[in-house]
């Protein structure tokens, strides 16, 4: 019997998810969205492959009442700071059996959900997203951009063999490999974007810049300096001082300098101006009589800080890892957000 899914969330993979499980046949596709109304039960997604997915969706509604106590799989497609309360919303109405999980766990999905939810419920989770995707017309349409070869999810409270036949079922779902995690912290703690935007915001705009208006738009990574680039590594040092202390595999991540196949912040900074899926990207800046100043409404201020770089934070402390450039940069951009 197919399994049935909610997808909550109506951004662009909500969009690529729903479309590829729902016309692929994999799954009954319901979604949960504050615009129901927006929605067509029958969505299109085009892929690399030039495939046009035609996808039924079963029923688009905004009321968890009406979709979650028959979801098998439930899976959150939102924002760091809509985790919490969409968990909220859900948790009267969820089976002790259906498996919550989010589509990209590292904006706190695993750390909301352990506060949130009872403490069996299944929980599963991306360490990265899926699909490269963007919305076409909403509710109607969207791009499938890319796929990636494999996906690591985590896991938990089930039994292995349970883990295993999710995986199982995951993997005929979205037709790629499925490599389990050792644990919820594998998927959730990484030092892409709550490191590297949160250096280059710090170097940007705070410190010795703090307050001084630009004359032109910078663009985030093209222009990136030496300068961001030793923070970023300092940073990084001091959040694989954190994993030592926790229960994941050796070399689950590679650090920054391997990853970017960069030896000092020099050549780090050179390889992060020159990426070419990097070029044309804005900071988030807005313009004013005065010049171009941060945008602390953007989500790389919103995001990356209260639902990304918190975790990381808050984990040192409790460990007892000392990490003073962290702190800084955590401490500098949490003052700069309505949060």
């Excluded at 692929?24 to 690399?48: F, G, Y």
């Excluded at 029923?59 to 979801?71: K, Q």
């Excluded at 919303?89 to 089976?95: D, F, G, N, Q, W």
């Excluded at 990484?190 to 705009?205: A, D, G």
């Amino acid at each position: 019997m197919m399994k049935t899914i909610t997808i909550c969330g109506g951004g662009s993979l909500g969009h690529v998810v729903a479309g590829w499980l729902a016309a692929r046949h994999h799954a009954v596709v319901n979604l949960l969205t504050n615009r129901p109304e927006k929605w067509a039960h029958e969505i299109i997604v085009d892929t690399p492959e030039k495939e046009l997915l035609h996808a039924p969706l079963h029923i688009v509604s905004a009321n968890p009442a009406e979709v979650i106590p028959m979801s098998d799989v439930v899976l959150l497609c939102l924002p760091g700071f809509l985790i919490r309360s969409e968990l909220q919303k859900l948790k009267p109405h969820l089976s002790p059996h259906t498996f919550v999980g989010c589509v990209f766990s590292s904006t706190g999905f695993f750390f909301e959900a352990h506060e949130v939810l009872r403490a069996d419920q299944p929980l599963w989770g991306f360490q990265r997203v899926p699909f490269i995707s963007r919305v076409n017309e909403y509710g109607q349409s969207a791009h499938l951009l890319g796929h990636k070869q494999a996906h690591n999810v985590a896991i938990e409270h089930v039994s292995d063999s349970e883990k295993e036949a999710f995986a199982q079922m995951l993997g005929e779902w979205f037709e790629r490999p499925i490599n389990i995690l050792k644990n919820f912290y594998e998927a959730s703690l990484t030092n892409s974007n709550p490191l590297l935007h949160t250096s280059r915001l710090y170097t940007l705009f705070g410190g010795a810049h703090e307050g001084k208006p630009f004359p032109r738009m910078i663009l985030f990574y093209e222009e990136w300096t030496t300068e961001a680039a030793d923070l970023y590594i300092k940073m990084d040092e001091e959040f694989f001082q954190l994993l030592k202390v926790l229960p994941v595999s050796d070399h689950f991540l590679p650090t920054a300098l391997h990853y970017y196949e960069s030896y000092d912040a020099k050549s780090l900074a050179a390889k992060l101006s020159s990426i070419q899926s990097f070029k044309g990207i804005a900071s988030p800046m807005k313009q004013t009589e005065e010049g171009w100043i941060p945008d602390f409404t953007s989500r790389y201020f919103t995001e990356d800080f209260p639902y990304g770089l918190k975790y990381i934070w808050k984990l040192a402390h409790e460990k007892g890892i000392s990490c003073p450039h962290i702190d800084k940069v955590y401490a500098w951009g949490m003052s700069k957000i309505n949060i």
